[in-house]
């Protein structure tokens, strides 16, 4: 306990987060394991990778609101051990379906239920640090979790022992860490910071009001100036990192899983480098940080399409930066659009929506796989480029209209 003591509770609540993070990626190299041993369809697997979103967006949009009511503390304690239990279904589950679509919705939820109250409190442990260090921590902190996680599964199941289940186990043992680090981390939902001093109280008379109406959520701007391109945000990575190495099975036979792991970090690695100097760009000139990353997107499609013809590892590579950079730059352009559009009282809810639209993504690859039942593969990801050359010309429109603003 003494030593758990002198971690620093951001750095606590941090590591609990990059863990659920962890989680959330995991099952993604071991697709192609699922597909080889129990002979599943790329239409069955790619649904079990989107099933992730059914338990994730009700989760996302209630979890503010539970934390506000009864503190961060209280909702990441249960998470942590929701957490463990669904990776402990995914690994007895492993040679079944059934399980393995619950577990995945089971893990929808965590990664759901956490982010937003993990995030708040990682800001809240950060007061005492410059302006901006606690969205920097726990951004890390999830995006390492994410691009990480599937970077390490992938090489574990490519060559250690029990692929369906040793990635899993390990992930069991970081939640238990991660689960006793968290479970009596500092909290300052009563006003006052683990240092001893005292924090502006955020509930006038310290009485929850409950949530904020989602006005703007539901207005003509935010529809068409922002929602359009929001569920490309994870379209991108859930195109590199499910369609892409399947395009190149004959060429990477052998270490295809390991393969698949790379691609997964180098995609996600990629969409957190470009955040900050998107960030500056976007500072500088509102809405063309969206228009970027549409246009990363476009190329992201196209050069998928290229790879479907070409079977090429390199093209790969590329394509897997680029829907990378896509990922970064529609997320930041997105988020920032909210937050200068949206009266404060209402965008926890507008941000918590854009979010749900965002992993409406994580679908594309069913999508994908259906449609290909039926026509051409390469056919289907030509098709795939006209909603996103309709979603950048949306982003165009919408650099236009805030041109004068800025």
């Not at 597909?35 to 079990?48: A, F, G, K, P």
């Not at 760009?281 to 228009?291: C, D, F, K, M, S």
């Not at 050069?303 to 680029?322: C, D, M, P």
Request: glycine share 10%; proline share 6%; hydrophobic share 50%.
């Amino acid at each position: 306990m003494l030593s758990t003591m002198r971690i620093p509770g951001w750095l606590r609540v941090a590591f609990a987060m990059f863990v659920v993070g962890w989680g959330a990626n995991q099952f993604t190299p071991l697709l192609l394991v699922y597909r080889s041993t129990d002979h599943y369809s790329q239409t069955l697997v790619t649904s079990m990778f989107a099933a992730y979103v059914l338990g994730l967006v009700p989760a996302l949009l209630l979890s503010a609101e539970l934390a506000g009511r009864h503190g961060h503390r209280s909702v990441l304690r249960p998470i942590m051990v929701l957490t463990a239990i669904s990776s402990l279904l995914l690994a007895v589950g492993a040679h079944s379906a059934a399980p393995l679509f619950v577990g995945r919705v089971l893990y929808g939820v965590c990664t759901g239920a956490a982010m937003a109250p993990g995030t708040t409190w990682v800001k809240e442990l950060s007061t005492d640090a410059p302006v901006g260090t606690g969205a920097r921590r726990a951004t890390i902190a999830l995006s390492a979790g994410f691009g990480g996680g599937a970077f390490l599964v992938g090489f574990m199941a490519q060559w250690l022992p029990e692929p369906k289940v040793l990635p899993y186990v390990v992930h069991i043992a970081l939640t238990v860490i991660a689960g006793i680090l968290v479970w009596n981390a500092p909290t300052i939902d009563a006003g006052v910071h683990p240092s001893g001093g005292r924090v502006a109280e955020e509930r006038s008379g310290g009485a929850y009001r409950g949530p904020a109406r989602p006005h703007h959520a539901l207005s003509r701007h935010f529809w068409t100036r922002i929602a359009p391109m929001a569920a490309w945000v994870f379209a991108c990575p859930s195109i590199s990192m499910v369609i892409l190495p399947p395009l190149i099975k004959a060429q990477i036979s052998g270490f295809a899983v390991a393969f698949t792991g790379i691609v997964c970090g180098l995609t996600l690695g990629t969409g957190v480098l470009v955040q900050q100097p998107a960030r500056r760009l976007e500072a500088r000139r509102p809405g063309g940080v969206t228009v970027l990353g549409m246009l990363g997107t476009l190329a992201g499609v196209l050069l998928t399409v290229l790879t479907a013809g070409e079977h090429s590892v390199l093209l790969v590579v590329v394509a897997a930066v680029v829907l990378g950079a896509g990922y970064g730059m529609t997320l930041v352009g997105g988020l920032t659009a909210v937050e200068r559009s949206t009266p404060a009282s209402e965008l926890a809810m507008t941000n918590a929506v854009f979010y749900s639209l965002t992993y409406a993504g994580f679908t594309v690859p069913t999508i994908v796989s259906v449609l290909v039942e039926h026509w051409p593969e390469r056919s289907v990801l030509v098709g795939l480029a006209a909603p996103a050359a309709l979603s950048l010309v949306a982003a165009l429109r919408a650099q236009r209209a805030a041109a004068p603003a800025s």
